[in-house]
Nanobody, 120 residues
Framework: VQLVESGGDLVQPGGSLRLSCAAS????????IGWFRQAPGKERERVSC????????DYADSVKGRFTISRDNAKKTVYLQMNSLKPEDTAVYYC??????????????WGQGTQVTVSS
């Protein structure tokens, strides 16, 4: 399984970004893709996740109402739309994947990360 993130950038507070995670190499079955982030000096945080078969999603409290995860199965891509960005959203954002449908279990596959910086 390979995951490639894109879309990170420098944006002003209150702005928006959309991150993409292009996935390849999955065999048939159910899998979850999650977005994580890690800021300097902080622990990695799971931001959101979605599976490939239904509309169940999960969000960290810190991003609820501002971030939206979505998927395009035909393109094998998962998106993270980030609105009303705050300086505290600054981090390297990673997408990760695991087989199965449960977001909270450990992920086996990771992308290389994309930098999001929110600053004026």
């Amino acid at each position: 399984v390979q995951l490639v993130e894109s879309g990170g950038d420098l944006v002003q507070p209150g702005g928006s970004l959309r991150l993409s995670c292009a996935a390849s190499g999955f065999t048939s079955g159910v899998y979850v893709i999650g977005w994580f982030r890690q800021a300097p000096g902080k622990e990695r945080e799971r931001v959101s996740c979605i599976n490939n078969v239904n509309d169940n999603t999960d969000y960290a409290d810190s991003v609820k109402g501002r971030f939206t995860i979505s998927r395009d199965n035909a393109k094998k891509t998962v998106y993270l739309q980030m609105n009303s960005l705050k300086p505290e959203d600054t981090a390297v954002y990673y997408c990760a994947a695991r087989y199965g449908s449960i977001c909270t279990r450990p992920y086996n596959y990771w992308g290389q990360g994309t930098q999001v910086t929110v600053s004026s």
